[in-house]
């Protein structure tokens, strides 16, 4: 199975601040990668597939990159409904696997 | 406007089965290109994806679960199941239904269900 390793587990930002989590694969993946935000007792909501499209909806300050092992989601200047946290999931291969996510919490 | 609704068994005794549905209104679960998931969340833990069934039928479960899953699709009804055997402690989660998206292969899971939450409990 392919492992995704997150990181940070969790952070603290203030809104206007530039985000970047960040999803290393166990092995190389190409850019089959998608990234969701969650919010507390709700369901996890596309954000970017294909490691950097962005899914249609998603406000542009959202954006990913990466390839092979190495993958960013970066959030450019935080707004308040950004307080969630972030997940990647890989597709190159099953199990679809997901990272443990990273919790974007209020300074 | 695609919607996804799970619903079934919330409370479920050890060693027993587990049934879950989730229903499809605002479209298709035959329309090609997609596939339909069961993904679970524990209390406090990441994301776990259960399996998956193709609008063709073809249907992949995750090797660490598949023993006691099994997933199956009533098109007359516009609905997709998943049933959980044997259910321990570890399988209390909240349990979400999703579409993949796997026209473009990156099987993205593009819209949710609101999901629903298991107890396993004597």
């Known amino acids: 199975d392919i492992q995704m390793t997150q990181s940070p587990t969790s952070l603290s930002a203030s809104v206007g601040d530039r985000v970047t989590i960040t999803c290393r694969a166990s092995q190389r993946i190409s850019n089959y990668v998608n990234w969701y935000q969650q919010k507390p007792g709700k369901a996890p909501k596309l954000l970017i597939y294909?490691?950097?499209s962005l899914q249609s909806g998603v406000p542009s300050r959202f954006s990913g990159n990466g390839s092979g092992t190495d993958f960013s989601l970066t959030i450019t200047s935080l707004q308040p409904e950004d307080f969630a946290s972030y997940t990647c999931q890989q597709s190159y291969s099953n199990p679809l696997t997901f990272g443990g996510g990273t919790k974007v919490e209020i300074k | 406007q695609l919607q996804l609704q799970a619903s079934g068994s919330g409370l479920v005794k050890p060693s027993q089965t587990l049934s879950l549905t989730c229903a499809v209104s605002?479209?298709?679960?035959?329309?090609?290109?997609?596939?339909w998931t069961w993904i679970r969340q524990p209390p406090g833990k990441g994301l776990e994806w259960i399996g998956y069934v193709f609008h063709s039928g073809s249907i992949y479960y995750n090797s660490s679960l598949k023993s006691r899953v099994t997933i199956s699709v009533d098109r007359s009804k516009n609905q997709f199941s998943l049933e959980v055997s044997s259910v321990t402690a570890a399988d209390a989660a909240v349990y979400y239904c999703a579409r993949i998206r796997t026209s473009n292969f990156y099987y993205s899971m593009d819209v949710w269900g609101k999901g629903t939450t298991v107890t396993v409990s004597s």
């Open positions: 294909g490691a950097s």
């Open positions: 605002g479209g298709s679960i035959s329309s090609g290109g997609y596939s």
